[in-house]
């Protein structure tokens, strides 16, 4: 009965225990994780312990025979899921913290989020202290995350002006024509509008796969005959800009994506495509908060009024 009542006060495994053993499963020192962690060593060692006794095997090979220690087949289990673990810990962590604290989430492409934020941020002001800005760099992938519940509205750019995913409310926001952007050194900088066939030779920087752009722009070359373009891509705006700035490259962009740069001629194009900016919210309300649920309903408002030019 003594050795019983023994057993129950010692401490169980916690979830200290898995985060040192996973600091020491990376580098393989006891005294270089009790100093990382500002314990003792034993404390280490008894984290470990209790570890092991819970998993009923030993995670590492403490042996003297070996020069240095070594993870066990189970350690490496354990190491392989520890990391996985304490990251969900963390996010389940931040995201009780968001509920506690009335945080609403907002999916944000800077390129073309930051546009908007101006225009928007005066009507958010009941918010303006709780909103988290999910930033994305390609409006697919936006999509996709809206699409799935993991970010509940977004304002994004899309080569097609609805959407079919059925669990989408999509409000459109601008419609743009994309045009080419010139060096005023370039010679299509004169020209009031250009036809796709004087651009065969031209060379062409364009952003990169992921981007609605690149879509846009080979879509619209092959409508127009303009055989294996010649093109530069990128995933950088800025890059792209600067490019077609200082040489005679010629940029096809959007004009939202354009800041003011006396450096660039925009340049009309014949049968320009276009580029559609819509705010799309995830209808599934099942798991969201009261808070944000009022953050999407305030988005929608305004959306519904604004200016589309």
Not at 120 to 139: C, D, G, N, V
Not at 156 to 178: H, K, V, W, Y
Not at 241 to 259: G, Q, R
Not at 265 to 272: K, M, S, T, Y
Request: aromatic fraction near 8%; charge should be negative; glycine fraction near 2%.
């Amino acid at each position: 009965m003594l050795l019983n009542s023994q057993n129950q006060q010692e401490d169980p495994m916690n979830l200290q225990d898995l985060v040192y053993f996973n600091y020491l499963a990376e580098n393989l020192n006891f005294t270089a994780t009790a100093e990382h962690f500002y314990v003792s060593q034993p404390s280490i060692s008894m984290a470990l312990k209790r570890l092991e006794k819970e998993l009923e095997t030993v995670l590492i090979d403490r042996k003297r025979l070996h020069k240095h220690l070594r993870l066990t087949e189970t350690g490496e289990i354990l190491f392989k899921h520890s990391t996985h673990i304490l990251q969900t810990v963390e996010q389940v962590k931040e995201e009780i913290h968001d509920l506690k604290n009335q945080i609403v989430y907002f999916g944000f492409l800077p390129t073309i989020g930051g546009h908007f934020m101006a225009q928007l941020m005066p009507h958010l002001t009941k918010f303006s202290a709780s909103m988290k800005l999910i930033e994305e760099e390609s409006s697919d992938v936006m999509l996709d995350l809206v699409c799935k519940g993991q970010v509940p509205l977004a304002i994004i750019g899309s080569d097609c002006p609805t959407f079919s995913a059925e669990n989408l409310l999509q409000i459109p926001l601008r419609t743009e024509e994309l045009a080419l952007w010139v060096s005023p050194d370039n010679p299509l900088a004169k020209k009031s509008i250009i036809m796709a066939a004087e651009l065969q030779d031209e060379l062409f920087i364009s952003l990169a796969q992921g981007y609605t752009h690149q879509r846009i722009f080979e879509e619209w070359t092959k409508n127009n005959q303009i055989k294996q373009p010649q093109t530069l891509y990128t995933k950088e705006i800025q890059t792209a800009l600067s490019i077609a700035s200082s040489t005679n490259m010629v940029a096809f962009m959007s004009d939202i994506l354009i800041d003011d740069r006396p450096r660039l001629v925009r340049v009309p194009i014949e049968n320009a495509p276009h580029f559609y900016i819509s705010l799309i919210v995830n209808k599934d309300h099942s798991k969201t908060t009261y808070f944000q649920k009022e953050f999407n309903e305030a988005m929608i408002e305004i959306a519904e009024t604004f200016n589309t030019r």
